[in-house]
């Protein structure tokens, strides 16, 4: 991976910054700070798959967010270039894009600590995703074969309609958000029930009820019958990840989010 990363930052004319690596899941993405040719800070990201994985959705979310959202007026941070190589059966996709300056909200998307955020921010934050919304795309992040299959399993409850599909960032949490507002990580941006990036945001929000609180203030389909279709949808996905080991601390948050959706169902 390393080999890669720094022939790609040669290919796309920028230069590695010493230290500052950073690993994501499985080693599967590494990430470091770097410079443009013309000196303008930047971020280097690799990702590497099987040869026969290096295409759809996630493989493609960041081009596929830079040709559709361009930087979200500021929101976004701008795709600079690609640089794709293929290795003994491993395809490396390498993306340089401009450097956010302003550290994440949270080092872990569930958030363990309260926020005061500005209602600027919130405002900020809402009119972004509002854009994306109404962006067009054939992209799907949420699959009705998915819902009709966890929703009654982790809820038990039929799955709700949903009156409304929009375009969603769909991994909206508290990692991937800064202040000022930048929105990181567009890999598995696509369509989903009106209300879900709302959902997420959410339900990574539950251990801080005061942050909770403003998140459902924020996006009022989240209460509504409109948005039951998404919460229930969120609220199984992270049940889950609790069934599968992960994200244990929202289990009895979780929980008692799944028996209010159950009663809103039954309403």
């Given at each position: 991976?390393r080999a890669h990363h720094r022939r ?39 990702v590497s798959v099987p040869q026969d ?60 600590r309260p926020l005061d955020l500005p ?149």
């Amino acid at each position: 991976m390393r080999a890669h990363h720094r022939r790609a930052a040669s290919a796309l004319a920028a230069e590695l910054e010493p230290g500052g690596e950073f690993w994501g899941w499985a080693g599967r993405t590494l990430g470091a700070p770097a410079r443009t040719a013309a000196g303008e800070p930047a971020w280097l990201r690799l990702v590497s798959v099987p040869q026969d994985k290096a295409s759809g959705k996630l493989w493609d979310g960041a081009v596929a967010a830079h040709k559709a959202l361009g930087d979200l007026d500021g929101r976004r941070p701008a795709l600079l270039g690609v640089h794709d190589e293929t290795e003994d059966g491993t395809s490396y996709r390498a993306e340089l894009s401009a450097r956010v300056s302003e550290p994440v909200l949270s080092d872990d998307p569930i958030l363990q600590r309260p926020l005061d955020l500005p209602d600027a921010w919130w405002a900020d934050l809402t009119q972004a995703l509002e854009k994306v919304a109404v962006a067009p795309t054939d992209r799907v992040a949420v699959r009705t074969q998915y819902m009709d299959r966890a929703i009654p399993q982790y809820l038990g409850i039929p799955v709700p309609a949903a009156p409304c599909w929009h375009t969603a960032h769909a991994d909206l949490h508290w990692a991937n958000l800064t202040n000022p507002l930048r929105i990181l990580d567009w890999e598995g941006w696509g369509g989903a029930p009106a209300g879900f990036d709302g959902a997420l945001l959410y339900a990574y929000s539950l251990l801080q009820p005061a942050t909770a609180a403003r998140v459902r203030a924020a996006f009022p389909a989240l209460g509504s019958p409109d948005g039951l279709a998404a919460e229930a949808t969120v609220c199984a996905m992270l049940l889950q990840t609790v069934e599968r080991g992960d994200n244990l601390t929202l289990t009895g948050q979780l929980q008692r989010w799944a028996a209010d959706l159950r009663r809103r169902a039954d309403e």
